[in-house]
């Protein structure tokens, strides 16, 4: 596609839940990373990939938080029994591996957990 | 560890002033600069990106300046509309990849 696209952009979850957020990046970008942004805040980095590894996750606020790239294309962010503090914009950013290495952002998933 | 910092949080004139948005950031050894705008309930459009190497860019009406030496990078811009109401964001990285933000400016334009 022409740009980065994520799926679901709005997900309502109840405590507990567990939720899967999908991002597509830019064909042929090697990096993948995902941000949080809470309400007022700027994005936050949670995670990186380069193809299929998770070279940094050390932005995942706790355990409950997964993220996977298994054939270097495709991402999924995982957050098992979601709390209310999850409630965010979940952002997702692709880019090349040379310079200036610019990051491509996706429209986000609005999570809220009831 | 990086931090940045917006000035101010928010903004609000009247339609076509001229206006200075600013970003600061306490560890000068950056890798790229870039401003981002943000509509509510949207995700980030590219504005700007800043090399370290260089010292402004320009597209149209916005023009990004960077100084390096003290931690500084604003973004003017020019005889403000209406359609220009947003969060602008502006976000460093260090050498490494991931994107440290502020937490932006709120800018209402006036018509």
């Known amino acids: 596609g022409a740009g980065v696209s994520q799926s679901p952009r709005y997900k309502v979850a109840k405590r507990g839940q567990d939720v899967a957020l999908r991002c597509d990046p830019i064909?042929?970008?090697?990096?993948l990373f995902w941000y949080q942004q809470a309400l007022g805040q700027g994005p936050e980095f949670l995670t990186y990939?380069?193809?299929?590894?998770?070279?940094?996750k050390s932005g995942l606020p706790s355990d409950r938080f997964f993220a996977e790239r298994p054939e270097g294309s495709v991402s999924t962010l995982k957050i098992q029994r979601t709390q209310q503090e999850d409630s965010a914009v979940y952002l997702c950013?692709?880019?090349?591996?040379?310079?200036?290495?610019?990051?491509?952002f996706g429209p986000g998933t609005r999570l809220t957990v009831l | 560890k990086q931090e940045v910092t917006q000035i101010p949080a928010a903004l609000s004139v009247p339609e076509g002033e001229n206006l200075v948005l600013n970003c600061s950031f306490t560890d000068s050894a950056i890798y790229n600069l870039q401003w981002f705008r943000q509509d509510p309930g949207k995700g980030l459009t590219s504005l700007l990106l800043?090399?370290?190497?260089?010292r402004e860019q320009t597209s149209g009406r916005l023009n990004a300046s960077l100084d390096k030496s003290s931690g500084r990078s604003t973004l003017y811009i020019a005889a403000s509309q209406p359609g220009d109401s947003a969060t602008y964001l502006c976000a460093v990285t260090s050498g490494t990849y991931k994107y440290i933000f502020g937490t932006g400016t709120r800018l209402k334009v006036l018509a």
């Open positions: 990939f380069q193809n299929e590894a998770q070279l940094d």
């Open positions: 800043i090399q370290s190497s260089q």
């Open positions: 064909s042929g970008h090697v990096s």
């Open positions: 950013a692709s880019s090349l591996e040379r310079l200036p290495n610019e990051q491509f």
